[in-house]
C-alpha cells in the first residue's frame, strides 16, 4: 500500500521561490525512484524533475537550474524547490513514486505562478 500527499502549492509571484512535498506512506521508501511531475493548464502531464535511491537526480530543460529535487529518506519524503518562478511554471504538481511493484501517484497540489 502506497500513500502520497504533496503540500505547499500557492500563488506567487513571477520571480519568486516556493517549496513543494510530498510525504509517502511505503515501505522501503529509500528504493523508489521519487518524482515530481506537473499538468498545466490546457496540456498534457509533464515530468519536471526525478531522483533516485542513491541521489541521481533528473530535470527537464524547462527547470533545470531553477528547480531542485531532494529526499529524505528518514522522514520519507521529497522536496521541490523551485526558484526563479515562471508564468509558465503554473500547474497542477503531482508527486510520483516507482518500485519494484508498481507506480504511484499523489494527489496534486496547484501552483499559480502570477502578478
Known amino acids: 500500500q502506497v500513500q502520497l500527499v504533496e503540500s505547499g502549492g500557492c500563488l506567487v509571484q513571477p520571480g519568486g521561490s516556493l517549496r513543494l512535498s510530498c510525504a509517502a506512506s511505503?515501505?522501503?521508501?529509500?528504493?523508489?525512484?521519487m518524482g515530481w511531475y506537473r499538468q498545466p493548464p490546457g496540456k498534457q502531464r509533464e515530468l519536471v524533475a526525478t531522483?533516485?535511491?542513491?541521489?541521481?537526480?533528473n530535470y527537464a530543460d524547462s527547470v533545470k537550474g531553477r528547480f531542485t529535487i531532494s529526499r529524505d529518506n528518514g522522514k520519507n519524503t521529497i522536496d521541490l524547490q523551485m526558484n526563479s518562478l515562471k508564468p509558465e511554471d503554473t500547474a497542477v504538481y503531482y508527486c510520483?513514486?516507482?518500485?519494484?511493484?508498481?507506480?504511484?501517484w499523489g494527489q496534486g497540489t496547484q501552483v499559480t505562478v502570477s502578478s
Open positions: 510520483n513514486a516507482q518500485g519494484i511493484g508498481g507506480l504511484y
Open positions: 511505503v515501505s522501503m521508501f529509500r528504493w523508489y525512484v
Open positions: 531522483i533516485g535511491p542513491g541521489g541521481n537526480t
